[in-house]
T-cell receptor, first 112, second 112 residues
């Protein structure tokens, strides 16, 4: 069964350091999403790609966060510099079209 | 502004009984709604969805009801099983980019 892959699963970093997360969506899925889930909250959309283009990054803190999907397949989310408040689960999801989104296992980030 | 609200942080039921998880929304532009289930340290898994033009959708033990006039939906699980113990997220979707907005989740515990 096809799955969304994410790495690393866990990341511990010190504040002010740079971190990067990788996502490989289900093959053929044109739409890719990055979410942030803080403990006790639901996932919140950070950025949405349609192929290699950003279609929504209104909630992405652009002073420190960046995301790219250069070839329209896998994607990288970067935080530089990391802050204590960035500690959260970062989820990647993909979708062939409207409706159901398939989520990866997530990356648990802890900023010390 | 919380567009999707799950007002019960937790719910506990006995195995074999019905579990009812509730969700309220404020955004009239949502075209469809989805329920996701999430185990600790895993990404959300899609359960069931419903289009805004329907009032009921059923899939095995899971049924979702939508009351558009009340802007309310509910997920019924019958019969509940211990393996159903997880956090359940309600999400509304719509618009040109099919963006999902999630509630905060309800922790369901099914006791043997």
């Amino acid at each position: 069964e096809a799955e969304v892959a994410q790495s690393p699963r866990y990341k511990i970093t010190e504040k002010s350091q740079a971190v990067a997360f990788w996502c490989d969506p289900i093959s053929g899925h044109a739409t890719l999403y990055w979410y942030r889930q803080i403990l006790g909250q639901g996932p919140e959309l950070l950025v949405q790609f349609q192929d290699e283009s950003v279609v929504d990054d209104s909630q992405l803190p652009k002073d420190r966060f960046s995301a790219e999907r250069l070839k329209g397949v896998d994607s990288t989310l970067k935080i530089q510099p990391a802050e204590l408040g960035d500690s959260a689960m970062y989820l990647c999801a993909s979708s062939p079209s409207m409706g159901e989104q398939f989520f990866g296992p997530g990356t648990r980030l802890t900023v010390l | 502004d919380q567009q999707v609200k799950q007002n019960s942080p937790s719910l506990s039921v006995q195995e074999g009984r019905i579990s009812i998880l509730n969700c309220d929304y404020t955004n009239s532009m949502f075209d469809y709604f989805l329920w996701y289930k999430k185990y600790p340290a895993e990404g959300p898994t899609f359960l069931i969805s419903i289009s805004s033009i329907k009032d009921k959708n059923e899939d095995g033990r899971f049924t979702v009801f939508l009351n558009k006039s009340a802007k309310h939906l509910s997920l019924h699980i019958v019969p509940s099983q211990p393996g159903d113990s997880a956090v359940y997220f309600c999400a509304g979707g719509g618009g040109s980019n099919y963006k999902l907005t999630f509630g905060k989740g309800t922790l369901l515990t099914v006791n043997p």
